[in-house]
């Protein structure tokens, strides 16, 4: 359980419920590293990294660890969110004092109530890649305790 959460700790993901009774380690969503964010690991390989540099994406880790015939197993679940958002401002929209917070040094552009309600998560499925780089993370802090 150690090894796994300072796998993810290291990876830059934030630990949102720990379970050490259950085997249980799940991390809060954590948006998708970009190309420029080079001390970051969490898109792994190249159709990952494309997809997170053009679409807000959002992955999180569920981390299972139990105990099969006295050997222990360690199951990781890697699920991929992208964000969608409503197209366009429709005409009845455009009254730009609803999209604008102004104060006197700072102006905001941002959604109205009605399209916040559009906006959400869309599940992309898991993410293979990022499951065996994390295992193969665990795996040598794990060899590294033994040591």
Known sequence: M????NALEDMHFTIEKFDAEAGLIKTAPMQGAQSFEFWRSDSVGSFNQ???DLQSIRR?????????DGK???NCKATTQRLSMPQGI?????????????????QQLGPTSKQ????????????NQLETEI???IEKKIASIKK
Do not use: F, M, P
Not at 2 to 5: C, N, V
Not at 90 to 106: F, H, I, N, T
């Open 2 to 5: 150690t090894a796994s959460e």
């Open 50 to 52: 494309a997809e997170a």
């Open 60 to 68: 999180i880790i569920e981390i299972n660890v139990t105990e099969q």
């Open 72 to 74: 222990i197993c360690i």
């Open 90 to 106: 429709s005409a009845e929209e455009q009254d730009y004092g609803s999209l604008v917070k102004s104060r006197r040094s700072v």
């Open 116 to 127: 916040k309600a559009n906006i959400c998560w869309i599940n992309l499925g898991r993410d």
């Open 135 to 137: 295992i193969k993370r």
